[in-house]
């Protein structure tokens, strides 16, 4: 997924509170895109505290909602006297709808500053800077300039509203952002659901695992694993049978969440090995998958013989 800028409104001053609600209104790839910067102009837009990215410097922006519609209102001024542009009147449509509206705009660079080589918080700064200095005026005279040397028409024919290129001022503005939005964005809307504590599996001495669905006949259902002895006890479904194993290690080289590996020693070198995968789901935090592989260790080669399906397990916080 590429990086990208974010865009929001919110019913009041973006600060890290449960009263606070975002809306989604557009994002951006690898770049803030000139829609964004005209939001933003004429040096109203003030630093405050992402609500995507936990970090310790204020590395978003917002500024007042009212503000951000006159800019892009003034854009929109400017341009017209050449060109009535379907697409910005699109754009301050969306803005203006009941349910997109709010008391500031919020824009989240973060994703975008790591695309650079230049510290974060310099690149804020920078921006900050950019976007201060900015005219709307000259903005649009400059559009209008550099679209009229693509139509590579006689300047002064750039008052003459029936000699304008309609399709390349809109495809000009479509590439810079004008055309781009949704409520549904990458980030879902702030504030996020209430956190509930869950049971820590990290730093325990004894972790549990235990089948999510008891109505599988998956071989165990419940796993038991002893850091310190470095033992798994594993308990076969309907408590028929139980099995001690060897705690190979535990890892992040699978998906970068903490996995656990460990297998049934053979009493024989033509006994089948057991090899088994318990790792964070992708999903819900409190889901694992247990995969195993059987293995035949017979005359000093380990000959894989099949691999079973993935099964669901739940951590259980020890009592």
């Not at 990215?53 to 519609?69: M, R």
């Not at 310099?122 to 005279?141: C, I, N, S």
């Not at 998958?289 to 005359?299: F, H, P, Q, T």
């Amino acid at each position: 997924m590429s990086n990208r800028s974010y865009l929001f409104s919110s019913n009041r001053k973006p600060s890290d509170s449960n009263s606070l609600v975002l809306t989604g209104l557009s994002e951006w790839n690898s770049e803030i895109p000139l829609l964004y910067k005209i939001l933003f102009s004429g040096g109203k837009a003030v630093e405050c505290k992402s609500l995507i990215w936990d970090l310790d410097e204020p590395l978003a922006l917002s500024i007042s909602y009212e503000t951000a519609i006159k800019n892009i209102c003034y854009f929109n001024e400017i341009v017209s006297s050449v060109y009535a542009s379907d697409v910005i009147k699109s754009a301050i449509q969306f803005l203006l709808k009941d349910e997109n509206r709010g008391q500031f705009l919020l824009l989240e660079p973060y994703e975008i500053y790591l695309l650079n080589d230049e510290v974060e918080f310099v690149q804020q700064r920078d921006l900050l800077a950019e976007l201060h200095l900015l005219d709307v005026k000259k903005t649009a005279e400059d559009f209008i300039q550099s679209n009229h040397i693509k139509n590579k028409k006689n300047f002064k024919s750039i008052f003459n509203k029936n000699s304008i290129d309609c399709s390349q001022f809109e495809d000009s503005l479509i590439l810079l952002g004008f055309n781009e939005w949704s409520n549904h964005l990458c980030y879902a809307p702030y504030p996020p659901e209430e956190k509930v504590d869950t049971p820590s599996y990290e730093y325990s001495k004894i972790v549990k695992f235990e089948l999510s669905n008891l109505n599988s006949y998956a071989w165990f259902k419940s796993i038991e694993i002893n850091r310190d002895s470095k033992k798994v006890h594993l308990v076969e479904h309907r408590n028929r049978r139980e099995f001690i194993a060897l705690l190979v290690d535990e890892n992040r080289d699978v998906n970068d969440r903490l996995n656990f590996r460990f297998n049934i020693e053979p009493e024989r070198k033509h006994d089948l090995m057991h090899v088994f995968s318990l790792m964070k789901g992708v999903g819900k935090e409190d889901v694992w998958r247990l995969s195993s592989s059987s293995l035949e260790n017979k005359d000093g080669e380990i000959t894989l013989r099949s691999v079973s399906e993935t099964e669901e397990y739940s951590f259980k916080k020890n009592t």
